[in-house]
T-cell receptor
Framework: DAGITQSPRHKVTETGTPVTLRCHQT?????MYWYRQDPGHGLRLIHY???????DKGEVSDGYSVSRSKTEDFLLTLESATSSQTSVYFC??????????FGPGTRLTVT | GENVEQHPSTLSVQEGDSAVIKCTYS??????FPWYKQELGKGPQLIID?????GEKKDQRIAVTLNKTAKHFSLHITETQPEDSAVYFC??????????????FGKGTLLTVNP
C-alpha cells in the first residue's frame, strides 16, 4: 500500500458523535486525498491537500473537515456523524507525477 | 466538472479469454487516465495508466488504449486468470498540478474469471 496506513481500520459510532480518521504516509508526498466509497457511487473525493496547511474541498465535502499539520499526516473529521456517512473511507497520496496510491481503507458504521 | 462513464458494470469471462472494459470522459482537457484494481476488502491498486501524448500502453497481459478525439479509453486484459477477478475502476484528471490532480472515477466493473 505504498507506505500508507489508515487508522482505525474499523469503527462503529453513534449518530451525533465526532469521529476522526487518520492517514499517515512515509513517502513524503505533497498531495493527500480523502475519498469515500459507496455501492453504486464508486469513489468520490471528499477533501484533498496540496501541502501542509493547504487543503481544499472535493465533490462531497459537506459534513467533513480536514487538517494537515505535518507532511505525513492528513486527518478527516466528522464533526457530528450521521447515518449517511456510513461508508468505507480511503486515503490516497500522490507525488510529482500524479499517480495516486491508496491506503487500505477505514470501514465506518454510524448507528 | 469531469464526468466518467464506465461499461460494463459486470463482466464474466472464461479463464484464458480476453476482457475489455471501456470508459468515456467529458472534459477534453483531461490528460491522465489511470486504471485501478480493487480486491475485496482492500484499497484500489494502480495497475496501469496512460497520458494523452500516447495512444496505447502495454504491461504484460494488460494494455490500455486512448482515443482523444472520441474521448474514450479502454482496458484490455488478455489470457485472463482467476486472480484477475476483482473490481476495476477507470479515472481521469487534468494532471497538471494543484487541483488538476483530482481524479474523477467511473463507477467500476466487477470482473469474474471462471476457471
Amino acid at each position: 500500500d505504498a507506505g500508507i496506513t489508515q487508522s482505525p481500520r474499523h469503527k462503529v459510532t453513534e449518530t451525533g458523535t465526532p469521529v476522526t480518521l487518520r492517514c499517515h504516509q512515509t513517502e513524503n508526498h505533497r498531495y493527500m486525498y480523502w475519498y469515500r466509497q459507496d455501492p453504486g457511487h464508486g469513489l468520490r473525493l471528499i477533501h484533498y491537500s496540496y501541502g501542509v496547511k493547504d487543503t481544499d474541498k472535493g465533490e462531497v465535502s459537506d459534513g467533513y473537515s480536514v487538517s494537515r499539520s505535518k507532511t505525513e499526516d492528513f486527518l478527516l473529521t466528522l464533526e457530528s456523524a450521521t447515518s449517511s456517512q456510513t461508508s468505507v473511507y480511503f486515503c490516497a497520496i500522490s507525488g510529482a507525477k500524479n499517480e495516486q496510491y491508496f491506503g487500505p481503507g477505514t470501514r465506518l458504521t454510524v448507528t | 466538472g469531469e464526468n466518467v462513464e464506465q461499461h460494463p458494470s459486470t463482466l464474466s469471462v472464461q479463464e484464458g479469454d480476453s476482457a475489455v472494459i471501456k470508459c468515456t470522459y467529458s472534459d477534453s482537457a483531461s490528460n491522465y487516465f489511470p486504471w485501478y484494481k480493487q480486491e475485496l476488502g482492500k484499497g484500489p491498486q494502480l495497475i496501469i495508466d496512460i497520458r494523452s501524448n500516447v495512444g496505447e500502453k502495454k504491461d504484460q497481459r494488460i494494455a490500455v488504449t486512448l482515443n482523444k478525439t472520441a474521448k474514450h479509453f479502454s482496458l484490455h486484459i488478455t489470457e485472463t486468470q482467476p486472480e484477475d477477478s476483482a473490481v476495476y475502476f477507470c479515472a481521469a484528471s487534468k494532471g497538471s498540478g494543484g487541483s488538476n490532480y483530482k481524479l474523477t472515477f467511473g463507477k467500476g466493473t466487477l470482473l469474474t474469471v471462471n476457471p
